[in-house]
């Protein structure tokens, strides 16, 4: 019934429409379609996501553009809703006309456009971390994968608090995909699986999953919780007294639980993120004052608003290097020598010709108890190198699906 | 021992989605339940006494008057809508769910571009306690103990004083009340703004342990239409009833297989109770009575 009644919501909702500016001069400029939740339950992690492409657009306009064309948005509000998502992606791309559409936050989403841009034969980035496995030529990921958060956060965990782990995920392929590279992990790790729980999106309450945490008395606690009400967990965790360690791969970098609610309802929580507004380099410091000049009111900027900045400046990078050319097979060309990077202000991004998946500088963002962030930790030039391994080759050919620890590729 | 420290865990989940289900539900009950009025704006009521509330907690009030005051800024609002947009659709009841969904999209989507994204929450107050191997929030008790409370202030306003004899009366049989010198208009926007304030009351009470956005009151829009529909249009014979019997079956099934589990049997009981009793448990209760 929720669903029916957001979907319906959504339908009538007003569509934002923001046109980039345009410049002066005769030449035809290449359009950049945005596909973001702007209302709705993800908004909160999503509306910095667009104005990390608007800041990226006006200093690359105000810089002379792509290959001398300026770059003209095209925005349309998917509200949250998967089905907004496949309407507004073909008409960005029948009718827009774009040349190259970034889009998505949740992972159904993007399963749910991710046909039409096959269908089209369109260019997408996708600037969000997720749970892996999307080997497309159409797509290229600037998002962390598990390789990126998860190899990382649980072994340092593992190491720091004990061996046995219960996870909590939201109900649908991010969370029971990135449960199951837990799983693995943990038992690579010679820990164990104390419990397990998927939560349906939507769900604010949870008392009984408090108590069935508290059953299993485990070491630390893997938060996989997407959407504003599934973060409700963390206050009435906090005020039970549940006082256990915890790690996440979305949590902080994305919906910044810890400017949100009160301290100590996040103490001890460990996120793997390869960007937070916390950082304390001159690149990243200086990212954040642009950022608050263009958008004095922005709450927080997330590691996502700062992958979507670099992929525009990747995008730019592409274009340039194919002579101005935006056709699919000139720009994926220009990835083949694994030499198409851009310093973002996290550190050099890479993008990997085989996966289409980008490296990363990844951090290990601490919660302390008065929900200061520190980084006890960093992994330089993280390499997605996962589906390269199990045989996704993107150079060779384009098999458009997305592969999990326990469906590979077949070996032919 | 350790028996009864597993029953009173059960008590506690019991009571924590009993009073779930009575807070989201009690508005719904008096305008939806006895007013008749298909209320999608419901969600957005809650969402107003929970934005009240804690901005006035920010303020540095206590929290029980900043409840209090999300409460009657939500009774107000409601009052508003009531003459603003309700009114002439009282004999329109299928226009009334068109209007009110309007009502929703526009101060959600408001909300959002008002005051932004999220609003900085205030805490869960009075801590902890642990009984065997659990700790339980002081504050999830309170909440049930308010749940009571509101059903038995609900029963005394309704049975005991004017206004309720005068609202139940209206709404019964609105001409012959108003024949006998009845001013049902404001009857009517009286109790549309009690329905109004019970959502700002729930909005109030679960604000200190939710995450505060916009769309936050669409959390509560499958319970509170679930609970009313199984009670019916009474509220003691209805809501409360249907409150511990889809709350027992929520918190069993919840700590057996999980809240996916949980969410499954409540709506399953839903389906099965209204091939049953099409008008509810109050329905059945009253039409035996009768």
Redesign the interface.
Same mark, same amino acid.
């Given at each position: 019934m929720q669903k029916n009644l957001t979907g319906a919501i959504s339908a009538l909702a007003t569509l934002l429409s923001f046109a980039g500016p345009l410049a002066a001069q005769d030449v035809e400029p290449i359009k950049l379609g945005v596909l973001e939740d702007q209302s709705g339950d993800f908004a909160l992690a999503t509306i910095g996501k667009v104005h990390g492409i608007e800041l990226a657009t006006k200093e690359i306009n105000d810089a002379g553009g792509i290959a001398g064309r300026p770059i003209e948005l095209v925005t349309y509000d998917t509200q949250s809703d998967n089905t907004r998502y496949q309407e507004f992606m073909r008409r960005v791309l029948q009718r827009d006309k774009v040349d190259v559409v970034f889009a998505g936050f949740s992972s159904a989403s993007r399963e749910a456009y991710r046909p039409i841009v096959n269908q089209f034969d369109g260019l997408a980035f996708y600037n969000n971390q997720y749970e892996g496995g999307v080997c497309d030529a159409n797509m290229i990921v600037t998002g962390a994968v598990p390789e990126q958060q998860f190899s990382t956060l649980l072994p340092y965990m593992m190491e720091t608090y004990g061996k046995k782990v219960y996870t909590i995920a939201a109900d649908y392929n991010f969370g029971q995909i990135s449960a199951e590279w837990v799983r693995n992990i943990v038992a690579e790790n010679g820990g164990e699986m104390v419990g397990e729980e998927f939560i349906p999106l939507g769900v604010s309450q949870f008392s009984q999953t408090i108590q069935n945490i508290q059953a299993a008395k485990p070491d630390f606690v893997v938060t996989l919780l997407v959407g504003t009400a599934q973060s409700s967990y963390y206050e009435q965790a906090g005020a039970a007294n549940v006082d256990l360690p915890m790690a996440s791969s979305v949590n902080v970098g994305q919906g910044y639980e810890h400017k949100r609610f009160t301290p100590p309802s996040l103490k001890d929580m460990y996120a793997t993120v390869n960007y937070v507004e916390e950082i304390d380099t001159p690149e990243s410091k200086a990212f954040v004052e642009k950022f608050h000049a263009m958008f004095p009111d922005e709450p927080y900027i997330n590691q996502e608003a700062e992958n979507s900045y670099a992929a525009v400046y990747l995008f730019k990078e592409m274009v340039e290097k194919a002579g101005g050319s935006t056709e699919l097979a000139d720009l994926r060309a220009t990835l083949a020598d694994g030499n198409l990077c851009y310093d973002a202000p996290e550190g050099e991004m890479c993008i990997d010709p085989k996966s289409q998946h980008t490296s990363h500088t990844i951090y290990l963002a601490h919660v302390k108890e008065d929900h200061a962030i520190e980084f006890p930790t960093k992994w330089d030039a993280i390499q997605p190198y996962w589906l390269g391994d199990v045989g996704c080759d993107l150079t060779q050919n384009d098999p458009s699906a997305q592969y999990t620890p326990s469906n590979l590729p077949s070996a032919d | 021992m350790e028996f009864l420290y597993s029953l009173f865990?059960f008590l506690?989940?019991f009571g924590?989605?009993f009073a =779930?289900l009575v807070l989201s539900a009690c508005g719904l009950a008096v305008i939806f339940g006895m007013m008749g009025v298909i209320n #999608?704006a419901h969600g957005e009521f809650i969402l107003c006494g929970a934005y009240v509330s804690t901005s006035v907690t920010h303020m540095g009030v206590p929290l029980p008057l900043a409840i209090l005051a999300g409460s009657v800024a939500a009774g107000i609002a409601g009052m508003i809508v009531e003459v603003a947009v309700i009114r002439p659709l009282y004999k329109r009841p299928l226009d009334t769910i068109v209007a009110t969904?309007?009502i929703?999209?526009i101060v959600?989507?408001g909300t #959002?571009i008002v005051l +932004?994204?999220?609003m900085? +929450?205030?805490?869960?107050p009075f +801590?902890?306690f642990?009984i065997g191997?659990?700790?339980?929030?002081v504050?999830?008790v309170v909440l049930m103990i308010m749940a009571l409370v509101t059903l038995a202030a609900l029963w005394l306003m309704f049975t005991k004083t004017r206004f309720g004899i005068l609202a139940r009366a209206t709404i019964q049989v609105p001409h012959v009340a108003e024949a006998l010198g009845v001013n049902t208009n404001l009857v009517y926007s009286m109790t549309f703004g009690l329905g109004a304030a019970l959502a700002g009351l729930a909005g109030g009470l679960y604000a200190?342990? @939710?995450? #505060?956005?916009?769309?936050?009151g669409?959390?509560f @829009?499958?319970e509170a =239409?679930v609970t009313v529909v199984v009670g019916g249009a009474d509220i003691f014979l209805g809501t409360a009833p249907a409150a511990v019997v889809l709350g027992f079956i929520k918190?069993t099934l919840?700590?057996w297989q999980?809240?996916?589990a +949980?969410?499954i049997g409540m709506l399953i009981a839903v389906i099965i109770v209204i091939r049953i009793l099409p008008r509810g448990i109050s329905g059945k209760i009253l039409k035996e009575r009768a």
């Open positions: - | 865990s506690y989940q924590d989605a =779930f #999608l969904w309007g929703s999209m959600t989507q #959002l +932004g994204t999220t900085a +929450g205030s805490g869960t +801590g902890s642990s191997n659990y700790s339980y929030s504050y999830r200190p342990t @939710m995450t #505060l956005v916009p769309t936050m669409s959390s @829009m499958v =239409f918190a919840t700590s999980g809240q996916l +949980g969410q």
